[in-house]
């Protein structure tokens, strides 16, 4: 039986050598990305069977990636590997897209059976997480339907993020192939969305979003 076929993206070298460690006997690792727009391009090119990302990444994070990549491949199987035991944050993953939902503190052989899972098919919640997310679930359920979307558009959301982590407009104009012009326009009218009044703010809001790492 051929071996799952694993992405895997995350920008800490320290947790990519101890994952690669973990993970290669066991799957067969088709690539490393270290930021969103490679996770992007990796999972279209090499058609993972699952994909393993972190949420806190550099030019795109990894639910707005989670986001892009189902738009184009509806069936794709992601896992979330992070820091963040945050249930609000593990339902919108879920919402993203995600099959999975493990914490970088679980035991090791969590991920590989999350891995297994999700590659059947399946659904995966860290024991860690379980009860509680189960419990945010049932509790939403019970109360009137809000949209819980973000107030940005998802070009938006990227301008946003580049913004904090501190590109200037005319890099952000580059990443995103369009004009200066348009960049100054996109921030413009997220500053309007949000009611902010300057870049510190915007950068404040990224880091309560998740968008960037505080």
């Known amino acids: 039986m051929p071996k799952v076929r694993v992405l895997l993206a995350d920008d800490h070298t320290v947790v990519v050598e101890g994952l690669r460690s973990l993970l290669k006997d066991t799957f067969d690792l088709v690539s490393i990305v270290y930021d969103g727009r490679a996770l992007l391009d990796a999972a279209e090119r090499l058609q993972p069977d699952v994909i393993v990302t972190d949420i806190s990444m550099p030019l795109m994070n990894g639910l707005d990636a989670v986001r892009h990549i189902r738009l184009r491949q509806p069936d794709a199987k992601v896992i979330v590997l992070t820091m963040h035991r945050d249930t609000q944050l593990a339902a919108e993953a879920f919402r993203a897209g995600v099959s999975g939902y493990v914490l970088k503190v679980s035991p090791s052989e969590e ?25 945010l679930l049932i509790e939403a359920g019970r109360q009137p339907r809000k949209d819980a979307g973000s107030p940005l558009t998802p070009r938006q959301r990227e301008v946003l993020q580049l913004i904090a982590e501190g590109r200037t407009m005319k890099e952000v104009a580059s990443i995103l192939k369009i004009s200066p012009r348009t960049a100054e326009s996109h921030k413009y009218e997220i500053m309007q969305v949000l009611g902010l009044q300057n870049t510190a703010e915007l950068v404040q809001y990224a880091m309560r979003s998740k968008l960037i790492s505080e």
């Open 111 to 135: 991920l590989i059976t999350a891995i297994r899972e999700v590659a059947q098919g399946k659904s995966y919640v860290t024991s860690l997480m379980a009860k509680d997310l189960i419990t």
